[in-house]
């Protein structure tokens, strides 16, 4: 591993996007360079041992942060895209901290790896070009494209070994740039609105001399319904709000044949997508905020939907455009089980440089419903720095009543005793 260029701190910032806006080719100017030798590993998803865990993880990782987010107004995250993130991060992790982060995403090892590359398989056989989800009409078939590369500041030197994890699972290469400039942000950002179809305009990151590496991941996704709404019948319903004023909301109308389910008094809609993906619309007991939703009632509800014979529903859904504030996931991240956190001393060195922990973590998401179909994107920043000041293992804070004695060292004699109760003076 080459020595950084220079003291102090060092960042890493892992860049997950979920975006539904098809893509394809690189980003604006990007110069890849890939690790020599190494292709993305294919997996199916029958071959993954691991992937229902790793499934179960995302839903316990997105409930989780759906939680914790402000419920004052409407909320869009991506757990997928986080998971993503978290995949990249524990490529670099070691010991305590590795053990914690495949607790997290479910699997550790070459399961995990195999589970994250039949994801990303399964969804790229539906890869396509973002023109086509960024345009008037949705495509006739659903777009899902990912890309994925790092983004090293200047002559930053990353783990060979690192990079080639990050092109094994995630088909990463690697783009230069001044990370400490408005102008490496500008690459970022480029990135960003060219893989999301430009629903997100900019990175979320601000520039710092301190920054050394950036890694992206994207995922793209635009589909039509199965059974398109009539716009006709789209209509001023009334929407009863959390403190239980009503308002009007633009809201589609359809009476079909749907999934049904209800789950411990949630109501349950699947909406199909004319192929590879589906909706679910659920409808909590009156009273209950949606982010109350668990992991378990997800599965349970998958699976009874799975199972459901479709049958005519008189389905009414309000369209949407939604754009949530940035969401800071550094409150997530020690809730999934992920001691990234500089409070944390977590061990990062099969990054690079030793002492490296996550600084920063936000999410940014938008999600847009019609008639039609649906457009979303997601991105997901986890900032990584490392101090060349060794971080602590412990914290002792003695801000509550304590002992303290003075003894003599080489008898451990003790000569004073003091029992601190009130250090007022």
């Known amino acids: 591993m080459t020595p950084l260029p220079r003291a102090g701190l060092v960042g890493l910032i892992l860049l997950g996007t979920l975006a539904a806006t098809g893509c394809t080719g690189s980003a604006p100017d990007a110069e890849l360079l890939r690790a020599e030798g190494v292709s993305a590993r294919a997996v199916s998803l029958e071959d993954a041992v691991a992937l229902g865990d790793v499934v179960a993880a995302t839903r316990r990782i997105g409930t989780t942060t759906l939680n914790r987010a402000p419920r004052t107004?409407?909320?869009?995250?991506?757990?997928?895209?986080?998971?993503?993130a978290l995949g990249m991060l524990a490529e670099g992790a070691r010991g305590s901290t590795l053990t914690a982060l495949d607790g997290a995403l479910g699997a550790a090892g070459e399961d995990r790896r195999d589970a994250l590359a039949a994801?990303?398989?399964?969804?790229?056989?539906?890869?396509?070009?973002?023109?086509?989800?960024?345009?008037?009409?949705?495509?006739?078939?659903?777009?899902?494209?990912?890309?994925?590369?790092?983004?090293?500041?200047d002559d930053y030197e990353i783990d060979p070994a690192y990079l080639n994890a990050l092109a094994d699972v995630f088909d990463a290469g690697v783009q230069r740039a001044d990370l400490g400039s408005q102008a490496g942000m500008d690459v970022l950002s480029a990135w960003i609105r060219h893989h999301t179809g430009g629903l997100i305009e900019q990175t979320a990151i601000q520039p710092d001399p301190d920054l050394r590496l950036v890694l992206q991941d994207a995922i793209l996704l635009a589909a039509r319904w199965?059974?398109?709404?009539?716009?006709?019948?789209?209509?001023?319903?009334?929407?009863?709000?959390?403190?239980?004023?009503?308002?009007?909301?633009?809201?589609?109308?359809?009476?079909?044949?749907?999934?049904?389910a209800e789950v411990d008094g949630w109501l349950a809609v699947r909406l199909p997508y004319v192929e590879a993906l589906h909706a679910d619309v659920l409808l909590p007991p009156r009273g209950t905020d949606p982010a109350e939703a668990t992991p378990e009632l997800l599965a349970e509800v998958s699976s009874a939907l799975?199972?459901?014979?479709?049958?005519?529903?008189?389905?009414?859904?309000?369209?949407?455009d939604l754009g949530s504030d940035t969401l800071d996931l550094r409150d997530v991240l020690p809730a999934i089980g992920a001691p990234v956190l500089?409070?944390?001393?977590?061990?990062?060195?099969?990054?690079?440089?030793?002492?490296?922990?996550?600084?920063?973590?936000?999410?940014?998401?938008?999600?847009?419903?019609?008639?039609?179909?649906?457009?979303?994107?997601?991105v997901t920043e986890i900032g990584v720095v490392?101090?060349?000041?060794?971080?602590?293992?412990?914290?002792?804070?003695?801000?509550?009543?304590?002992?303290?004695?003075?003894?003599?060292?080489?008898?451990?004699?003790?000569?004073?005793?003091a029992a601190v109760r009130d250090p007022r003076h």
């Open 119 to 153: 994801l990303r398989g399964a969804l790229l056989a539906n890869d396509g070009d973002p023109a086509a989800a960024t345009g008037d009409e949705l495509p006739e078939r659903p777009i899902i494209h990912l890309a994925s590369r790092v983004v090293s500041d």
């Open 342 to 378: 500089c409070a944390d001393a977590p061990d990062l060195s099969g990054i690079g440089p030793d002492n490296l922990c996550v600084g920063q973590a936000v999410q940014q998401a938008v999600l847009k419903i019609d008639e039609a179909g649906t457009v979303a994107a997601a």
């Open 73 to 84: 107004t409407n909320t869009v995250v991506s757990p997928s895209s986080l998971v993503l």
């Open 226 to 260: 199965q059974t398109p709404f009539d716009p006709h019948a789209t209509a001023a319903r009334p929407f009863t709000l959390s403190d239980g004023s009503s308002v009007d909301a633009k809201t589609m109308a359809a009476m079909a044949s749907f999934a049904y």
């Open 386 to 417: 490392a101090t060349s000041v060794p971080q602590p293992r412990h914290q002792v804070h003695a801000d509550r009543p304590f002992l303290l004695t003075i003894s003599h060292t080489d008898s451990a004699w003790p000569l004073f005793l």
């Open 306 to 320: 799975n199972a459901a014979t479709p049958e005519l529903i008189d389905l009414t859904l309000p369209t949407l």
